[in-house]
């Protein structure tokens, strides 16, 4: 077993999952300073993140680092986006400063716009993003994707995935968009909770399908595809209904997907023992490079939400701890050294839990700047070790 844990930190330490990154939410008033963000990132061999914004500190800090940065443009200003001068102008104002020395390898253009509550905006997408990927191409930089993260409720149909069609009331200007995604060799990338699906309904849904844990899981009746959790069929639904668009060869990569590890009365499963299962589970497929069974030779890519709890984010209880980390830095469900003998990822086992009850396996925030990196790195190697040592 020892041997066996040399090869796995060796392999890791040489090799960062490159299907996986994270999102770097900003909601919050008590967060670390943008250059220990970058620190942390580096520790734990994470080199793939997400911001909401175009943060100018944020976009300063991650230069010259290996750190591939996505940016978003906020929807406030996506109908400002429709002249192409000021598509240009927000370009030469909000990216290009930044490069190369920043790797900014993405733009997405607003968040969850095609079920956004202000129902205007959705016409303003297209036109946008055209606009924002023409304004990169003149400047030199045409290899910077330009997409927008959709969520779930864009599909009208998503059980069975054969199933999957998207909403009517969207499907011309989806059309329109999955036409530049086609043609720009661009993927649609969705916002995809299983969560979300189980708080609903835990009565229905087992567990153990939604945290990737063993289960006898579901095979879709028209294809005979078995899915062993929800997130790769909710993914594979997403498939289909592009495929029903007329649609071949776009990728489909997870934007956002993650667990609460805190929630209301009426927030069935957000805790820290369902979140750390999630998540762990989540990285042993990412490690495998895993696909889903529609596309079983394209590894999914797949950023978790989120790095930090977000203190100032509304909403129920769950919305402001979603993150891996607290904001001192501290982990929010720790690894301890037990966690290698782990054998289950149930959520009714104490060992399936990031919190260790022993003493002698717990660990906090070491405050001397000296030892801080090596015990990140030590903290998220047993996340790793156990999740690739877990069957």
Same mark, same amino acid.
């Given at each position: 077993?020892? +041997?066996?844990?040399?090869? =796995?930190?060796?392999?890791?330490?040489?090799?960062?999952?490159?299907?996986?990154?994270?999102? %770097?939410?900003?909601?919050?008033?008590?967060?670390?300073? #943008?250059?220990?963000?970058?620190? =942390?990132?580096?520790?734990?061999?994470?080199?793939?993140?997400?911001?909401?914004?175009? @943060? /100018?500190?944020?976009?300063?800090?991650?230069?010259?680092? @290996?750190?591939?940065?996505?940016?978003?443009?906020?929807?406030?200003? =996506?109908?400002?986006?429709?002249? #192409?001068?000021?598509?240009?102008?927000?370009? $030469?104002?909000?990216?290009?400063?930044?490069?190369?020395?920043?790797?900014?390898?993405?733009?997405?253009? !607003?968040?969850?716009?095609?079920?956004?509550?202000?129902?205007?905006?959705?016409?303003?997408?297209?036109?946008?993003?055209?606009?924002?990927?023409?304004?990169?191409?003149?400047? !030199?930089?045409?290899?910077?994707?330009?997409?927008?993260?959709?969520?779930?409720?864009?599909?009208?149909?998503? %059980? /069975? #995935?054969?199933?999957?069609?998207?909403?009517?009331?969207?499907?011309?200007?989806?059309?329109?968009?999955?036409?530049?995604?086609?043609?720009?060799?661009?993927?649609?990338?969705?916002?995809?909770?299983?969560?979300?699906?189980?708080?609903?309904?835990?009565?229905?849904?087992?567990?153990?399908?939604?945290?990737?844990?063993? @289960?006898?899981?579901?095979?879709?009746?028209?294809?005979?595809?078995? +899915?062993?959790? *929800?997130?790769?069929?909710?993914?594979?639904?997403?498939?289909?209904?592009? !495929?029903?668009?007329?649609?071949?060869?776009?990728?489909?990569?997870?934007?956002?997907?993650?667990?609460?590890?805190? !929630?209301?009365?009426?927030?069935?499963?957000? $805790?820290?023992?369902?979140?750390?299962? %999630?998540?762990?589970?989540?990285?042993?497929?990412?490690?495998? @490079?895993?696909?889903?069974?529609?596309? #079983?030779?394209?590894?999914?890519?797949? %950023?978790?939400?989120?790095?930090?709890?977000?203190?100032?984010?509304?909403?129920?209880?769950?919305?402001?701890?979603?993150?891996?980390?607290? /904001?001192?830095?501290?982990?929010?469900?720790?690894?301890?050294?037990?966690?290698?003998?782990?054998?289950?990822?149930?959520?009714?086992?104490?060992?399936?839990?990031?919190?260790?009850?022993?003493?002698?396996?717990?660990?906090?925030?070491?405050?001397?700047?000296?030892?801080? $990196?090596? *015990?990140?790195?030590?903290?998220?190697? +047993?996340?790793?070790?156990?999740?690739? =040592?877990?069957?």
């Amino acid at each position: 077993m020892s +041997y066996i844990i040399t090869i =796995l930190v060796a392999w890791f330490v040489s090799s960062p999952v490159e299907s996986f990154g994270i999102n %770097y939410g900003q909601v919050a008033n008590n967060l670390p300073a #943008p250059d220990k963000v970058l620190t =942390l990132l580096s520790t734990l061999r994470i080199t793939k993140t997400r911001i909401y914004d175009t @943060n /100018p500190q944020i976009l300063r800090s991650f230069a010259n680092s @290996n750190m591939d940065i996505i940016v978003t443009v906020e929807n406030e200003i =996506l109908s400002q986006l429709d002249d #192409p001068q000021a598509a240009y102008q927000w370009v $030469s104002t909000h990216i290009l400063p930044y490069l190369p020395q920043t790797k900014i390898t993405g733009i997405q253009v !607003g968040n969850e716009v095609f079920t956004d509550d202000d129902t205007t905006l959705i016409q303003h997408l297209v036109p946008a993003v055209i606009n924002i990927h023409n304004a990169l191409s003149k400047s !030199g930089y045409s290899n910077i994707q330009v997409s927008t993260p959709s969520s779930l409720a864009v599909l009208d149909e998503s %059980y /069975p #995935p054969s199933a999957g069609t998207f909403k009517a009331e969207i499907s011309t200007i989806m059309y329109q968009f999955l036409n530049f995604l086609a043609t720009t060799k661009t993927p649609f990338w969705i916002n995809a909770y299983p969560y979300f699906a189980y708080k609903d309904e835990p009565d229905q849904i087992p567990v153990d399908y939604v945290l990737f844990n063993p @289960n006898s899981g579901m095979v879709d009746p028209n294809t005979k595809l078995r +899915y062993d959790n *929800m997130l790769y069929a909710m993914v594979d639904a997403v498939y289909f209904a592009i !495929g029903k668009m007329g649609f071949k060869g776009i990728e489909v990569r997870v934007s956002e997907t993650g667990w609460p590890s805190k !929630g209301d009365v009426d927030e069935a499963g957000a $805790s820290p023992q369902n979140a750390a299962t %999630y998540n762990r589970n989540l990285l042993r497929r990412q490690m495998a @490079n895993e696909g889903t069974p529609l596309n #079983p030779r394209m590894r999914l890519e797949v %950023y978790l939400f989120a790095l930090f709890n977000e203190d100032l984010k509304p909403g129920p209880t769950s919305e402001r701890n979603y993150g891996l980390f607290q /904001p001192d830095e501290s982990m929010t469900y720790n690894v301890g050294f037990s966690a290698l003998a782990t054998t289950s990822s149930s959520p009714s086992s104490s060992s399936a839990s990031f919190s260790i009850a022993s003493s002698h396996a717990t660990y906090t925030k070491v405050v001397q700047k000296g030892y801080q $990196s090596l *015990m990140y790195w030590m903290l998220f190697a +047993y996340w790793v070790i156990s999740a690739a =040592l877990y069957v």
